[in-house]
């Protein structure tokens, strides 16, 4: 799959519903201090950009089905050529479903708390048995990069790149280690829906949930954008890659809007049967904690396979401008 073209239009001096203007500019993306996925540091330009305040919710998601008659990736019994070596009794429609354990024996294995659960989807989050209803405000979950491009597309929309979405994020707070500043939870207050306690065993719910909350129950950055971290992932356009696609020589030319990385280098080398590319996901989720996926941080990134759904991924859409006097508009 092919990202699609890039969605430009112009805008005028007019207000968008749902969406808040992030001014262009440049910022110093990645981190030289954590997982070695998110180096090297680099300085990158952005141009301005509107980015949906929240990400995509179950209600809104719910129209886009309603009108378009679109099934998720999730729903869709997989195609065997796609998984070699798979049994046929183990390719049914499903997701990926996260379950609390009581005891684990090795972190390195995710195996041991998410299960490929038949017919779970966006309509039954957490299994067949489950369902939606009082969960319109959450953000939708088992999206596969295809059903987030399709509803971004049917809202004239596009999925943001990498750095326009790590830009977004830091809100205007450059260098700095979280989307709020250097400290993770500031005079004991929660910014964000992550884990507390000792993944995947404990969870403590100390900011009071133990899934996903509904959108704008914590603060908004700075730039006025809610759940940049923590509650669920959310797709880029970019495809992966094992360290920013940057060096000395390129930090003195600094791309407008880069869409980085390559579809074949994308690949999961240790899967070489298995050729599913893989993307870019930003933000981290209510699953993310201290002793486990300290990825609640702008700079964290994590390679997806694009036809991969779970219950802690979902996404947010942009919408790019031609104008050139960004920079006066307000945020909604």
């Known amino acids: 799959m092919s990202s699609s073209p890039e969605l430009v239009v112009d805008l005028g001096h007019d207000s968008v519903e749902g969406m808040v203007w992030v001014p262009g500019g440049t910022f110093h993306m990645g981190s030289n201090d954590h997982y070695p996925e998110e180096a090297p540091v680099h300085r990158v330009a952005v141009d301005g950009f509107w980015l949906d305040r929240t990400p995509v919710t179950n209600r809104q998601f719910k129209q886009f089905v309603n009108a378009t008659g679109h099934v998720t ?3 869709v019994i997989p195609d065997p050529k796609d998984y070699p070596g798979a049994r046929p009794e183990m390719l049914y429609a499903g997701s990926l479903v996260f379950s609390p354990q009581a005891k684990v024996t090795d972190l390195r294995d995710w195996s041991q708390w998410w299960s490929f659960m038949k017919d779970a989807n966006w309509r039954h989050p957490y299994g067949p048995k489950s369902n939606i209803k009082n969960l319109d405000d959450h953000p939708v979950v088992h999206v596969a990069y295809a059903d ?3 509803y971004a597309q049917w809202a004239g929309k596009d999925l943001p790149t990498e750095a326009e979405w790590e830009f977004a994020a830091r809100g205007g707070l450059d260098g700095v280690e979280y989307a709020w500043g250097d400290a993770f939870v500031p005079h004991g ?6 884990w507390q306690g000792s993944f995947p065993v404990q969870n403590l719910c100390e900011d009071g949930f ?3 909350s509904p959108v704008m129950t914590f603060p908004p ?25 940057a060096d000395a020589a390129k930090a003195c030319c600094i791309p407008q ?5 390559a579809e074949s280098a994308s690949l999961d080398p ?23 996926c300290r990825r609640y941080r702008p700079a964290a990134r994590h390679a997806e396979p ?10 947010r859409c942009i919408l790019r401008t031609t104008h050139r006097e960004e920079d006066s508009r307000p945020n909604l």
């Open 189 to 194: 207050k929660h910014m964000a829906n992550t």
């Open 221 to 245: 950055n700075n730039y006025g954008l809610y759940d940049m971290i923590g509650n669920v992932w959310e797709w880029t356009a970019d495809w992966w890659s094992t360290r920013h696609e």
């Open 148 to 150: 987030a491009l399709a």
């Open 270 to 292: 240790r899967q070489p049967n298995v050729q599913i590319p893989r993307k870019v996901l930003k933000g981290g989720s209510h699953l993310c904690a201290p002793n486990y």
């Open 73 to 75: 990736t999730a729903q």
């Open 210 to 212: 133990e899934r996903t």
């Open 257 to 261: 809007n880069p869409r980085g990385g």
């Open 306 to 315: 694009i036809d991969t759904s779970t219950s802690h991924v979902g996404f």
